[in-house]
């Protein structure tokens, strides 16, 4: 049994402590902590009436190395799951290193000033990583996560070689909201206003943003438009999935959708960059956030549900072969579990089971990984003991 430290209260947070009080043979000690004291006392006060399990709760600023040390001390954890902002990933790895404790994320790290996301200042922690003898496990969400493990058992159970892989995300679920994000508005809307880049011959090759879109008939949900994005779980797969030719990454948006963020970003509302407004300083795109509906809220109103699996083309015994591997998640049914809406469900279970992967010891290894990189067969167990049923289909 362990200890467990989660840093980040939003709406992933909260299916996070309300999964790991589900695993409470696992997770003996829970302690959640954010800047944000008042959803812990929340988050806390739902653990207690709905598994009567008592978890720990601190106020820590995951922009300072000091404060999150000086938590880490405290608590003691076995493991460090980091449900906080993106940006906040390499102080939480630093503080995880310099305490010599085993680290998890669900995104990789972003610069606040650059609409810019990749793994390479994370990756550049590997060595000190292995000569501390803790391990860091990276995006260990559902996209990425779980598609990268979906490419992992495609690869050792369908294929000898994959040649191209498209990744495939839907929300068709329904808010009743005009416009609203279903995760960190702020982080949303930076990656999907920003130009697509797909991977093919060896090569990166960018797009204009929504300039590629396909027609894909997702189970249960039927045929939605769906468009190119860059998304970080490429940039690992290219270097792990042998004989790949061509990867790319689709998600579904209304035109709805599409049309207010257009015109919020002709308006200059997603700049990241600061400006003065009546003598004070803001950040539009931080501004924007405070006026539409925080995701966490969403789930109680959210009805439909959500696709999101890989389409791997390649070669078994000489013969050519396509594999549909995917997730159908139902928004109210993910709500009556954990209080929230499937989007925040389908990140934070496996958030949960990749931190079960390592305390149980069935991955391990000293240094920085991807989940690609290790046995995807007791992950995709756990999926489907944990509320995520996958499916493969032949095409």
């Known amino acids: 049994m362990s200890n467990v430290l989660i840093i980040g209260a939003g709406g992933v947070g909260r299916v996070v402590v309300h999964k790991c009080a589900q695993n409470s043979s696992t997770f003996q000690k829970i302690t959640l902590a954010s800047r944000t004291l008042s959803k812990c006392k929340l988050y ?21 190395v000091d404060d999150l ?29 310099k305490t010599g404790v085993h680290y998890l994320d669900t995104a990789n790290y972003e610069h606040p000033d650059s609409a810019k996301f990749e793994y390479k200042e994370q990756w550049a922690y590997h060595n000190r990583y292995k000569e501390k003898g803790i391990m860091a496990l990276l995006g260990s969400g559902f996209d990425p996560g779980v598609t990268n493990v979906f490419c992992a058992y495609a690869q050792k159970h369908y294929f000898d070689e994959i040649h191209t892989i498209d990744i495939l995300d839907c929300n068709g679920g329904d808010h009743g909201y005009p416009f609203a994000t ?53 940039e690992s797969l290219v270097k792990h999935i042998k004989g790949l030719k061509r990867i790319r990454f689709f998600m579904t948006f209304s035109q709805s959708y599409l049309t207010h963020m ?21 950040i ?56 929230s809406q499937a989007v925040s469900y389908t990140t934070g279970v496996p958030a949960m089971i990749g931190a079960k992967m390592i305390v149980e010891k069935k991955w391990q290894a000293c240094g920085v990984y991807n989940m690609e990189q290790f046995d995807p067969d007791p992950f995709m167990e756990a999926l489907n003991k944990q509320g995520l049923p996958w499916f493969v289909e032949q095409l």
């Not at 257009?262 to 803001?282: A, D, P, R, S, T």
């Not at 931080?286 to 791997?312: H, M, W, Y």
């Not at 995917?326 to 709500?335: G, K, L, R």
């Open 182 to 234: 279903n995760f960190n508005p702020e982080i949303n809307l930076r990656e999907v206003s920003a130009n697509g880049r797909y991977w093919e011959n060896g090569k990166w090759i960018e797009t204009k943003p929504m300039e590629i879109k396909m027609v894909w008939d997702y189970p249960q949900i039927g045929p939605k438009d769906s468009y190119l994005l860059y998304h970080e779980e490429m």
């Open 44 to 64: 806390q006060q739902e653990v207690k009436n709905r598994y009567n399990i008592d978890i720990d709760i601190h106020k820590v600023n995951a922009d300072d």
């Open 69 to 97: 040390v000086s938590l880490i001390n405290e608590v003691k954890p076995d493991i460090v799951l980091n449900i906080a902002l993106p940006y906040q990933d390499l102080t939480i790895m630093e503080a995880c290193l």
């Open 262 to 282: 257009k015109c919020l970003e002709n308006v200059g509302m997603l700049g990241i960059k600061e400006i003065e407004h009546n003598g004070c300083k803001i």
């Open 284 to 339: 539009p795109i931080q501004f924007l956030q405070t006026l539409l509906p925080d995701p966490s809220t969403l789930g109680e109103r959210t009805k439909g549900k959500t696709n999101i699996g890989i389409v791997a083309t390649g070669t078994k015994d000489g013969e050519e072969k396509t594999i549909y591997i995917y997730n159908v998640c139902d928004h109210q049914e993910t709500y009556k579990e954990t209080l």
